[in-house]
């Protein structure tokens, strides 16, 4: 068989160079089939095991939904940033970054999880785009979770678990080319040194564009070295630093108008090339463990990390007042034109021990600890005048041109964690267990800022103290049919102070308004049913829950001050989801989800305000219906092919009295196959969007950013 293409060819249309592909690689296959004993298994017994050392249960066993992705699927899709790994859990949709935050922002049942990211059970702080290079799962543990994590985690909470060094050799060099101009390089290496000792290092270099986004760009690179000391003997200690640094040109969409994603090509790019988001994030994780015996555990866990970012974005906007009936062809934007920098410095403890108790007929497992944080943003923000205008519909390049710009804002905060914490974990015969958990934080926030005109006067300070003091309760009842099932019954709160992280107290971007400052927390609850079952000799995890998540004290518009907020509003989500992931048989692997969002306002004690949410309408960027199905195949011993499906039904970008935004819902394809050519290399291709699908991705209340076109991706794997 004689076939030529390139990457270029593959992109449009993509089934070419998809078809020529698969056809290299079935023809191969047939010709070597049976020469070589490398075999593409995946029907292996799933992993249940949670990287979070206070829970002490299996994902069966723990009560509440939970989504596992490893490494292996992480493969597989191809994915190179945490978003694009995550989209495909059920109840995650995507927003868009703004001044104040820039970075992942996803949406977990209706609620952002901006300050809910976490590293190896700590705070994954700062604002950047995470590669997942260095992670060996992710987990999506959801609903109000304060017990577990602190502050925060209203929807749920994202948590990453780094590769760490073992005993066991690694080595692997990945090389990536895509036709989005992708060129990605990743290599990880695992070594030991004697009996106890092991050293692993973790590396990446990532540059790509945006298939039919014309202007935005990604790039950057990492390094995670980890050592492990005392591996299989009672006292271990692990140590761990992350660097990544990007490069980027920030992609702000496109406007609304009429309340829709404006109909402009989905290429119209409105920043100019020397806009830029750079970040530089330093991470050093330390952590010791030691089994004073086979019942308690002692372990302690430290962690420092510094976030560099600075930017300049370009955010265009329609003129207010434009009749909906303008020929896009004659509506001149405006341009929204921020820029900025900052030190985010982050350091915490962690300090518990776990004891495994048996009396009465009970068994009990321990884990009672104590935390203590402090985090230091520290941003300025500047703002442009008389940027340039562009043209809607048809946006030439420009280089970039003021008539000025000047500091806006300068702000400091210093916001200190005390939490203590305990769980038990209470069996009683085969079939019952209870989990009851208690945690009590301490917030105590510093908050500085100075406002200045563009004469560089100052014109507004704030200098405020605020500490909050809450108690988090966890309760749960899991009945256990079989050793592999389960069914639950669970309570959990939550709570968000207003001082949590920068763009809490930074309100408003465009006005960089504090409209949140001294306000109370807000406050979260979960009634969640749910039932988890092993199946098909534990190779398929089926799981299902039925919730109830309130959100009360929500911040909107004060009726005696509507330019700051108070504590009057309250928010629910009733919602249903399913999963099912794992293999179906030793050649067939799944993983199938849906969920059920209903969402809603349900009070304002100010509802006539312009920026308060509407009473009745669903929560912004919550679609109502959201589906899932990746699956993958072994044709013959050597060759899977696979692919997958993403739905979500409508979603709202702003909820306001003032603006109600929709973007239309979407479904979109992808396809990939994977060939071993020898028992160390494989060649692997990925297409995305395979319909080349128009939709709209990420959602903002002023802006919206389209989803990346059809792309293909090449990639050669070797393992030794």
Avoid at 548 to 573: F, L, M, T
């Amino acid at each position: 068989m004689i076939c030529k293409t390139t990457l270029a060819a593959m992109s449009r249309p993509a089934s070419k160079g998809l078809a020529c592909s698969l056809g290299l690689m079935l023809a191969s296959a047939a010709s070597a089939e049976g020469a070589s004993s490398d075999i593409i298994v995946v029907g292996n017994v799933i992993d249940q095991t949670i990287g979070l050392s206070k829970v002490t249960t299996n994902i069966i066993d723990t009560p509440q939904a939970i989504s596992r992705i490893g490494e292996d699927e992480l493969e597989r899709r191809g994915v190179n940033n945490l978003s694009d790994a995550l989209r495909i859990v059920p109840g995650i949709s995507l927003g868009a970054g703004e001044t104040s935050w820039q970075g992942n922002n996803l949406v977990l049942r209706g609620f952002t999880t901006r300050n809910d990211t976490f590293l190896d059970g700590m705070r994954d702080y700062g604002y950047y785009f995470r590669d997942p290079f260095n992670s060996a799962s992710l987990e999506v543990l959801k609903g109000p979770g304060s017990t577990l994590f602190g502050r925060g985690s209203t929807g749920g909470v994202i948590h990453q678990i780094s590769k760490t060094a073992t005993l066991d050799p690694v080595t692997t060099l990945d090389v990536a080319l895509g036709t989005d101009d992708t060129r990605r390089v990743t290599a990880d290496i695992d070594r030991a040194i004697g009996e106890t000792i092991a050293v692993r290092v973790n590396a990446m270099t990532h540059r790509s564009e945006v298939a039919d986004r014309d202007g935005a760009l990604q790039k950057r690179w990492g390094i995670a070295p980890s050592i492990a000391l005392g591996l299989g003997t009672p006292t271990r200690a692990y140590l761990s630093w992350l660097h990544q640094e990007e490069d980027n040109r920030p992609d702000y969409g496109i406007p609304w108008f009429n309340g829709r994603p404006a109909a402009v090509k989905r290429d119209n790019y409105y920043g100019f090339d020397s806009d830029y988001l750079d970040t530089n994030v330093d991470v050093i994780t330390a952590r010791i463990e030691h089994d004073v015996s086979d019942t308690i555990r002692l372990r302690n866990q430290f962690r420092a990390s510094w976030a560099k970012r600075s930017f300049r974005t370009s955010e265009a906007v329609i003129p207010a007042g434009t009749p909906v009936t303008t020929p896009l062809t004659n509506i001149t934007l405006t341009r929204n034109e921020f820029s900025g920098y900052s030190t985010d410095r982050f350091v915490q403890n962690q300090t518990d021990v776990t004891l495994k108790l048996g009396a009465a007929g009970f068994r009990h497992t321990i884990v009672a600890g104590v935390e203590l944080g402090r985090e230091m943003p520290r941003p300025t923000y500047i703002f442009h005048e008389g940027v340039i205008t562009t043209n809607l519909a048809n946006p030439p390049k420009q280089a970039f041109a003021q008539a000025r710009q000047y500091v806006r804002l300068r702000a400091r905060t210093r916001a200190d964690t005390i939490g203590v914490y305990a769980f038990d974990t209470i069996e009683a015969g085969e079939h019952w267990m209870a989990v009851l958990g208690v945690r009590w934080d301490r917030f105590d926030a510093d908050y500085r800022s100075a406002g200045f005109n563009a004469a560089g006067a100052t014109v507004a300070t704030t200098d405020i103290n605020r500490v909050d003091k809450k108690a988090s309760l966890r309760g749960s009842l899991i009945y256990k049919p079989g050793k592999s099932s389960s069914i639950y019954l669970s309570y959990a709160n939550s709570f968000n102070p207003s001082a949590e992280g920068i763009e809490s107290l930074i309100s408003a971007g465009r006005s960089v308004g504090q409209a949140n400052i001294n306000a109370d927390p807000e406050k979260g609850r979960i009634f969640e049913l749910g039932t988890k079952w092993g199946m098909l000799d534990d190779r398929l995890l089926a799981t299902a829950s039925v919730f109830d998540v309130v959100k009360s004290n929500v911040r909107v518009p004060d009726p005696a001050n509507p330019s700051v907020n108070a504590n009057g509003g309250r928010q629910r989500v009733r919602g249903f989801e399913m999963e099912a992931v794992g293999a179906i048989t030793e050649r067939w692997t799944v993983r199938a989800s849906y969920t059920y969002l209903d969402t809603e306002t349900t009070r304002s004690d100010n509802p006539t305000a312009g920026g308060s949410p509407r009473i009745g309408k669903q929560l912004a960027i919550a679609p109502k219906h959201s589906a899932g199905l990746q699956t993958d195949y072994v044709l013959v011993p050597r060759f899977a092919i696979g692919g997958g499906v993403i739905y979500q039904s409508s979603r709202l970008g702003q909820n306001t009295n003032a603006s109600l935004l929709s973007a239309p819902g979407y479904t979109v394809f992808e396809a990939r196959a994977r060939y071993n050519v020898t028992e160390q290399l494989s060649v692997q291709v990925n297409v995305y969007n395979l319909t080349d699908k128009l939709y709209y991705d990420q959602l903002h209340p002023f802006h919206v950013v389209p989803g990346a076109g059809r792309s293909a991706l090449l990639t050669l794997s070797w393992k030794g």
